[in-house]
C-alpha cells in the first residue's frame, strides 16, 4: 500500500506561484505514471499534468506554458510548479501514481487563486 501526502496548497493572488509537492512512502524510482489532477466546485475532475507510462510529460491545454511537473526519486517525491495563476485554477488538487495493478491517491491540496 503507496501513501501519498500532498501539501503546498494555499491561497495565491492571481498571476502570482505556487509549488505542490506529493511525497510517496515508497521508492517512485520504477514509477512513471504519477500526477496531479485537480477538480473544483461544480466540475469534473481534470488532468493538470502527468509523468506517463511512455516516459514523457502530459499538460492539459489549460496549463501549457504555465505549470511544470517534476520529480527528485532521491525524496520519493513529485512537485507541480504553477505559475502565472488564474481563479480558474482554483480547485483541489491530488496527486496520484499507478504502478499498473494499482491507482493510489494523495488526500488532496486546496488551491484558491484570488485577489
Known amino acids: 500500500q503507496v501513501q501519498l501526502v500532498g501539501s503546498g496548497g494555499g491561497l495565491v493572488q492571481p498571476g502570482g506561484s505556487l509549488r505542490l509537492s506529493c511525497a510517496a512512502s515508497?521508492?517512485?524510482?520504477?514509477?512513471?505514471?504519477m500526477g496531479w489532477y485537480r477538480q473544483a466546485p461544480g466540475k469534473q475532475r481534470e488532468e493538470v499534468a502527468a509523468?506517463?507510462?511512455?516516459?514523457?510529460?502530459n499538460y492539459a491545454d489549460s496549463v501549457k506554458g504555465r505549470f511544470t511537473i517534476s520529480r527528485d526519486n532521491a525524496k520519493n517525491t513529485i512537485y507541480l510548479q504553477m505559475d502565472s495563476v488564474k481563479p480558474e485554477d482554483t480547485a483541489v488538487y491530488s496527486c496520484?501514481?499507478?504502478?499498473?495493478?494499482?491507482?493510489?491517491w494523495g488526500q488532496g491540496t486546496q488551491v484558491t487563486v484570488s485577489s
Open positions: 509523468f506517463t507510462s511512455g516516459g514523457g510529460t
Open positions: 515508497e521508492s517512485i524510482f520504477s514509477i512513471n505514471a
Open positions: 496520484f501514481l499507478s504502478t499498473g495493478r494499482h491507482v493510489y
